[in-house]
């Protein structure tokens, strides 16, 4: 019963934002787009368009400054994700275009095949394999399935693959051992395949909003669940904390990098301070639904 209770949550934690939230498709078209056509001159206060990563399109609000972030973390890592040229649509797995303009700001410039399999929780696994591959740190990439069974990168550079019985899986060598991207990508989409919000919520756990890092992730398992990383974080000098959302949905869709529903003069920056909960523009999180891996 928790998915209910929390689908009226934006009623208890952003009732001036009803109209927009819950019109739906055509209203929440029109509000993005009469911001969009406003764009060019908010531009330069809070998006640098010519930027091509996280960090270069996105200056701290006013008042703030990006937190440290070590060379060569996770942090340094989603900071500098590339985006897509700026007001690009984000792509479905079948090509078509994402019109819900109102939910993203920049899409994240990630290929993820033709196949429908990179949605919310595997955004999130993406992100953090790809971490884990660019720093060589292959025997660390491993991520469960729902069943429970541990997909590990380290096998299947071995030359292993994993076969699926019903509900059953199991490591068999049946190849050649390498190290590809090609290779890790397939390994990925099997991870894809078979994981979810409700194995990955399993795999990280607990943190408090107040010790929020970059990398951290807001997710809720199920059928249906969801999970949103953050990407980027600052802080001013009272210790005030904004971040960056990225997601992705139902069906597989490219990342993105998500709007601000409830303040759009902060947008795409979010703001926990007063809130009792997390309003993205796609669900609902509660504070304690903050996780790390």
């Known amino acids: ?40 001159a908010a531009a330069s206060q809070r998006v640098h368009v010519e930027g091509t990563t996280v960090e270069e399109r996105y200056p701290p609000p006013t008042g703030y400054a990006r937190v440290p972030a070590e060379e060569g973390g996770f942090g ?3 900071r500098r994700q590339k985006l897509k040229p700026y007001g690009e649509k984000p792509l479905y797995h079948d090509g078509s275009e994402k019109e819900k ?12 095949g033709d196949r429908d399999l990179h949605q919310c929780a595997d ?45 059953e899986e199991s490591w068999h060598l049946v190849g050649e051992p390498g190290n590809s991207y090609p290779s890790f990508r397939k390994f990925m989409d099997m991870v894809f395949a078979y994981a979810g919000t409700r194995s990955l919520e399993q795999e990280l756990h607990p943190v408090e909003v107040e010790d929020m890092r970059i ?20 802080q001013n000098r009272e210790g005030g904390k904004v971040f960056l959302l990225a997601q992705s949905h139902m069906p597989a869709q490219q990342t993105e990098l998500m709007a601000n529903p409830v303040d759009w003069d902060l947008s795409p920056w979010y703001t926990l301070e007063g809130k009792r909960g997390l309003v993205t523009p796609e669900w609902t999180f509660a504070l304690e639904d903050l996780k790390r891996f």
């Open 1 to 40: 019963m928790r998915q209910p209770i929390r689908m009226f949550l934006p009623l208890l934690v952003a009732l001036p934002m009803v109209g927009c939230f819950w019109a739906g498709g055509e209203e929440g078209e029109v509000q993005r787009g009469r911001l969009a056509m406003e764009a060019p």
């Open 215 to 234: 990398g951290d992730v807001f997710i809720v398992g199920g059928s249906p669940g969801h999970a949103a990383i953050v990407v980027d974080l600052a």
């Open 76 to 78: 340094a890592f989603l």
């Open 123 to 167: 955004a999130v696994l993406l992100l953090r394999g790809e971490y884990l591959y660019s720093i060589g740190a292959y025997e660390e990439i491993g991520f469960r399935f729902v069943s429970g069974f541990k997909a590990e990168y380290g096998k299947w550079m071995e030359g292993y693959r994993i076969r699926v019985n019903g509900r």
């Open 101 to 112: 303009y109102w939910v993203y700001d920049s899409v994240f410039d990630v290929d993820i």
